[in-house]
């Protein structure tokens, strides 16, 4: 069956930051944010970046030649390597509408999240798969809009 070009789809990947990465995450994250935005509302593009223990994971989806073009631009990106794509596929709906990109990192202080993906309590990135990878960012995307709600608020 032909996919429909305007249809959702939806791509999930891990990497490893480079260590110069790594050693000034806040700033290089903001520095990456900064410049996905725009981007991504221009082609209808939104998303999740996680960072986690070295590693990057994000969601991206949009329509299929948008999500495409923006992973393979990603993937030539020196700020990280060891791109695998975890799942990929058409998507029924939006799953991070509110943002054309997010990051969020994952702390130690997060343990409960991490615990729920691996029994041993770490993060462990060879666990990670289609079903889990989702569980994973949707539970983060829950949190982000819940402090977004809090800032709203207090
Ligand atoms: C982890 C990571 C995530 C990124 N996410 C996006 C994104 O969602 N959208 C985007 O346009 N660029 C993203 N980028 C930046 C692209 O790799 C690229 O630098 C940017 O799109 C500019 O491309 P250009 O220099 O070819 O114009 C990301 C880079 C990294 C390292």
């Given at each position: 069956m032909a996919h429909n070009p305007g249809a959702l789809y939806r791509l999930f990947y891990r990497s490893r930051q480079t260590p110069e990465v790594s050693a000034d995450l806040d700033f290089q994250v903001q520095q990456i944010i900064g410049s996905s935005i725009s981007r991504n509302r221009s082609v209808g593009l939104t998303g999740l970046l996680l960072t986690v223990q070295g590693h990057f994971i994000q969601a991206l989806e949009g329509n299929v030649a948008a999500v495409r073009a923006t992973y393979a631009r990603i993937a030539m990106d020196p700020r990280h390597r060891d791109l695998h794509i975890i799942a990929q596929g058409p998507a029924g709906k939006r799953l991070f509408g509110d943002w054309n990109m997010c990051a969020r990192s994952l702390a130690p202080s997060d343990k409960a999240i991490?615990?729920?993906?691996?029994?041993?309590?770490?993060?462990?990135?060879?666990?990670?798969?289609?079903?889990?990878?989702?569980?994973?960012?949707?539970?983060v995307a829950t949190i982000q809009s819940r402090t977004a709600l809090e800032a709203l608020v207090s």
């Open positions: 991490l615990e729920v993906l691996d029994s041993k309590g770490g993060f462990n990135k060879e666990a990670l798969t289609a079903a889990t990878v989702e569980r994973l960012l949707t539970t």
